[in-house]
């Protein structure tokens, strides 16, 4: 019981220990503040109570997210990026090659939107590439 309620019924038990006449004016009158008083103690301990379950979602939603946070910065830092100087601006652009499709002819330029050409180079003597950069390799 929150200390709101407490009062509320301390109100109603002095109430009924003064042996307030219901039939008066004043004994309707102060029986209805003390039921909306007692209705707003109630709608109080409502909101205290899914006050504290938001609470605790809010908690476990922040728990949650500082776990996505590690793994997601975790992983960025195993990222080796590939500095690429766009032909048409200038700017320099990285790129992660893993993320690129392996067929991919060309990117976009994130500054001024042209078309850059890629050029696979791989310095692979093997049949089949096995060095990460995922193009196969013609018999010599």
């Known amino acids: 019981m929150s200390y709101i309620s407490e009062r509320v019924a301390f109100i109603k ?24 008083l007692d209705d707003i103690s109630l709608a109080i301990e409502d909101v205290e109570e899914i006050q504290d379950e938001m609470g605790e979602q809010v908690d476990g939603i922040d728990e949650d997210l500082a776990e996505l946070e590690k793994t997601v910065y975790e992983q960025e830092d195993d990222i080796e990026f590939e500095e690429i100087q766009c032909p048409y601006c200038g700017e320099e652009i990285e790129v992660d090659l893993e993320l690129i499709d392996e067929d991919a002819e060309s990117i976009e330029c ?13 310095d692979c003597d093997d049949d089949e590439c096995d060095c990460g950069c995922g193009h196969e390799h013609d018999e010599e």
């Open 13 to 36: 038990g002095l109430a009924e220990g003064m042996k307030i006449d219901d039939t008066t004016n004043e004994g309707k009158l102060l029986t209805a503040i003390i039921d909306v």
């Open 110 to 122: 994130p500054h001024c939107h042209q078309k850059i050409e890629l050029e696979w180079d791989c």
